[in-house]
């Protein structure tokens, strides 16, 4: 089913599109390709912040977006491609670049195809966009099984670029509307994780969890260790950091529950970002159901590559070389305990 969905701040209709099954069903718009509902039917819970039209995806972040073409931070806005030197424009005020500023794909209309089970979004970027090198022809796949939500992402390059793409939906497993995620318990399936400056930004330094509020090798409530003492949950206002997952291939990423439902992230991606809601404002406009959605009310799960790793030695870096694809997959697998 397709609804009209408002108009975003380019003038351009958005549309609600919708994907069921026997377990779940789940909202999407072509406005930013973005995540606006996930439901489990069997307990009726909507566990995804989302806003009820264009407009609140135009001012509200990047809630359920896929974000690109590259996510998260380039440090200083500038980045070294083939020798040559790229300043990025941001649009936005700060000293490093943030999911690409007003340039990310979180903000830009996408075209869609339905087909039986899924929806595929399709985007061009151009050379030149915002300052980054190359064109390249992105899809996103969102697509449903017995196990969940896939989420998916295809970038073929005409010429060299980077393409590093995340989804940032923003989950709570007491639904949408609860005012705080920090009694949800999280394991993340990594030892180490990347060190954050004062600007939030990743120095290259791999830190390992042991003996940290980081260390959530097994399972803890989000805001146990929240109040700690600790240089990097200063630096990060909260847990805003990048954990390294071992391995290649699908493997588990994280696992979050509410003691009801359980959320299990799966990616090849080589890390997940964990985000602890902590600059949500509690001043958004049209959320689901009037939720303004306040400070850490959820958390994001997002899987990428390292974060600057184009500036940054001893990481894979997310270059996409001319007639090369790259493709990563993620699965949040929702179940009832």
């Known amino acids: 089913m397709i609804r009209e969905f408002g108009i975003n701040k380019h003038g351009e209709q958005a549309h609600l599109l919708t994907l069921e099954n026997d377990k779940y069903y789940v909202e999407l718009t072509d406005c930013g390709a973005a995540l606006v509902s996930y439901v489990l039917k069997e307990t009726g819970t909507d566990i995804c912040q989302g806003f009820t039209c264009a407009e609140g995806y135009d001012k509200g972040g990047s809630h359920g977006a896929s974000v690109g073409r590259v996510c998260n931070r380039i440090r200083d806005k500038k980045f070294t491609l083939n020798g040559r030197e790229y300043v990025i424009e941001s649009g936005k005020p700060g000293r490093h670049l943030l999911h690409c500023g007003i340039y990310s794909l979180a903000h830009r209309m996408y075209s869609y195809e339905e087909q039986p089970g899924k929806v595929i979004f399709r985007i061009t970027v151009k050379d030149g966009e915002g300052g980054f090198p190359g064109e390249a022809d992105i899809a996103v796949t969102y ?45 993340v399936f990594a030892d180490e994780f990347l060190e954050v400056d004062d600007e939030q930004m990743m120095t290259g330094t791999v830190l390992n969890v042991r003996g940290t509020p980081f260390d959530f090798r097994e399972p803890k409530q989000i805001g146990e260790d929240l109040g700690s003492n600790d240089v990097q949950l200063k630096n990060g206002l909260g847990y805003d950091h990048h954990f390294i997952i071992p391995g290649t291939g699908m493997r588990k990423h994280a696992e979050l529950t509410n003691g009801i439902l359980k959320l299990t992230v799966f990616s090849d991606h080589p890390g997940v970002q964990v985000y602890s809601g902590n600059q949500l404002t509690g001043n958004y406009n049209f959320g689901k159901g009037g939720a303004h959605f306040p400070y850490r009310s959820a958390v994001c799960l997002e899987t990428q590559y390292v974060p600057n790793a184009i500036n940054c030695d001893g990481f894979e870096k997310p270059i996409v070389r001319a007639g090369k694809t790259v493709t990563h997959t993620t699965l949040f697998a929702l179940e009832k305990i």
């Open 143 to 187: 697509a449903l099984s017995e196990e969940g939500l896939t989420w998916s992402y295809t970038g073929t390059a005409k010429s060299d670029t980077l393409i590093s793409m995340t989804n940032h939906a923003y989950f709570n497993l007491d639904g949408y509307m609860s005012e705080s995620v920090l009694d949800h318990k999280l394991q």
